[in-house]
């Protein structure tokens, strides 16, 4: 994961050195990249501190799921459809920026407890956490329809379904981990929504 997330870094440092767009969304696709650097760098930090977790699923389509939707957004930018206009990009960097940020601000609080499988290691219920138990996977989704947007093409949007479908099965069995391994967990999901604030 490490190794992965460095090489993607590295790919989005030279994109914002390289710079592009429409003019009026040049600022918003720089901000968004640069975000997007920012993310990856957080994730590693978070990496190289965590500890050993108290419980992993061992459920295969567990693993299987998170790791595809971990990944296959990276395919979304080769379903493309017709070239994007200018109101679309500026949809698409809008919905990447917010994603994106929305995640930042999860991750900064889910700090060590990060792991692409589902791992129990302590109940996070501060920062976006107090409203959804799982910010970081919508702010992902959120992300992710952007990079869709952006593509413009049919199969980019079922792809984008079938990612944000992966992301709730994801949320799921993640869950069944926490409660049986964190005694308070079960209070913490009675009193907060899942992916949206108010919503389950």
Do not use: K
Request: aromatic residues 8%; contains cysteine; hydrophobic residues 50%.
């Amino acid at each position: 994961m490490l190794l992965a997330v460095t090489g993607l870094l590295l790919l989005d440092l030279a994109g914002l050195v390289r710079g592009s767009g429409h003019a009026g969304t040049a600022v918003l696709r720089w901000l968004g990249t640069g975000l997007v650097c920012v993310f990856y760098t957080l994730i590693i930090w978070c990496y190289l501190r965590r500890g050993p977790a108290i419980a992993t699923s061992r459920s295969i389509s567990a693993h299987a799921a998170a790791v595809t939707a971990t990944w296959a957004p990276f395919v979304l930018p080769l379903l493309r459809g017709a070239p994007p206009g200018a109101g679309r990009a500026g949809i698409a960097d809008l919905l990447l920026v917010s994603g994106t940020a929305w995640s930042l601000w999860s991750l900064r609080f889910l700090g060590r407890n990060l792991s692409v499988i589902a791992q129990a290691r302590e109940v996070v219920d501060r920062g976006p956490y107090r409203f959804v138990r799982h910010p970081l996977y919508a702010g992902e989704m959120v992300s992710a329809l952007g990079i869709a947007v952006a593509a413009g093409s049919v199969m980019a949007v079922v792809c984008w379904l079938g990612i944000s479908g992966l992301q709730v099965y994801r949320a799921l069995r993640e869950e069944q981990v926490l409660l049986e391994s964190l005694p308070g967990y079960h209070g913490y999901r009675n009193r907060t929504a899942a992916l949206l604030p108010g919503v389950f």
